[in-house]
């Protein structure tokens, strides 16, 4: 949920990936088989930041995930000199941060194998070597985050069922009040394309995380990254 993580985040994953591939690769092989296998060394690299950063955050919970969203009476205050265009973008966002959110409380192991099974949709077999586990592992740690997700978000997301107290458009102000999103003023916001209402009801409560629209890569960002692969600083 902060864009200066996960930039520096992505810079970390492909440069340890990179240096551990360039160490196994002495004498070039077939370019397939080395783009496959990058793949996974970066999925790899990102898991191994992913438990490190773990170690060094406090964890969120879901009980503070609620007293942080939906404690407070709806504000609406704040939200008077929103035009449409911006409203639609910040509702997005909450959208987006509340289930990033909802992740961050599951356990990092959890959390990885939800993500990178259910939401990513990997083959399970690339997730459990991803992981460094056994395929029955994966599924135990997949079965309980799905649990755990399901019994938080059935019962309060009108995203999965609209008979639910938790609506985006009300928790808003309050989102905006306590700094859970950001102001978008003046700065370019993706994954925002589409109107934030032409989205049915989920009633599984994991299907929600594939409504999201895909993230876009910022171009600087990809610059920078062949920049620094270019200038020989990951070797």
Same mark, same amino acid.
């Given at each position: 949920?902060?864009?200066?993580?996960?930039?520096?985040?992505?810079?970390?994953?492909?440069?340890?990936?990179?240096?551990?591939?360039?160490?196994?690769?002495?004498?070039?092989?077939?370019?397939?088989?080395?783009?496959?296998?990058?793949?996974?060394?970066?999925?790899?690299?990102?898991?191994?930041?992913?438990?490190?950063?773990?170690?060094?955050?406090?964890?969120?919970?879901?009980?503070?995930?609620?007293?942080?969203?939906?404690? +407070?009476?709806?504000?609406?205050?704040?939200?008077?000199?929103?035009?449409?265009?911006?409203?639609?973008?910040?509702?997005?966002?909450?959208?987006?941060?509340?289930?990033?959110?909802?992740?961050?409380?599951?356990?990092?192991?959890?959390?990885?194998?939800?993500?990178?099974?259910?939401?990513?949709?990997?083959?399970?077999?690339?997730?459990?070597?991803?992981?460094?586990?056994?395929?029955?592992?994966?599924?135990?740690?997949?079965?309980?985050?799905?649990?755990?997700?399901?019994?938080?978000?059935?019962?309060?997301?009108?995203?999965?069922?609209?008979?639910?107290?938790?609506?985006?458009?009300?928790?808003?102000?309050?989102?905006?009040?306590?700094? @859970?999103?950001?102001?978008?003023?003046?700065?370019?916001?993706?994954?925002?394309?589409?109107?934030?209402?032409?989205?049915?009801?989920?009633?599984?409560?994991?299907?929600? @995380?594939?409504?999201?629209?895909?993230?876009?890569?910022?171009?600087?960002?990809?610059?920078?990254?062949?920049?620094?692969?270019?200038?020989?600083?990951? +070797?």
């Amino acid at each position: 949920m902060r864009e200066d993580e996960a930039r520096s985040t992505t810079r970390e994953a492909f440069s340890r990936a990179y240096r551990r591939w360039k160490k196994r690769h002495a004498v070039p092989s077939d370019p397939t088989d080395e783009l496959g296998e990058i793949g996974l060394l970066i999925f790899r690299m990102a898991a191994d930041i992913s438990q490190e950063q773990q170690r060094s955050h406090d964890a969120l919970s879901f009980d503070e995930l609620d007293a942080l969203i939906r404690g +407070d009476p709806t504000q609406s205050g704040v939200l008077d000199e929103l035009g449409d265009g911006e409203r639609n973008r910040l509702l997005w966002e909450l959208k987006q941060g509340c289930l990033t959110a909802v992740l961050n409380c599951l356990p990092v192991g959890e959390r990885m194998a939800f993500i990178l099974s259910e939401v990513l949709e990997e083959n399970p077999a690339r997730v459990a070597s991803i992981l460094g586990i056994s395929s029955s592992a994966l599924r135990v740690r997949v079965s309980r985050a799905r649990k755990k997700i399901t019994a938080y978000l059935a019962p309060r997301c009108a995203h999965v069922d609209p008979r639910n107290p938790c609506r985006c458009p009300s928790r808003l102000g309050v989102a905006l009040t306590r700094g @859970f999103i950001g102001d978008v003023r003046g700065r370019q916001i993706s994954l925002r394309a589409r109107p934030f209402d032409q989205d049915a009801p989920q009633h599984d409560p994991v299907a929600i @995380f594939r409504t999201l629209p895909a993230p876009e890569v910022p171009p600087e960002l990809a610059a920078q990254l062949l920049d620094e692969l270019d200038s020989g600083s990951w +070797d």
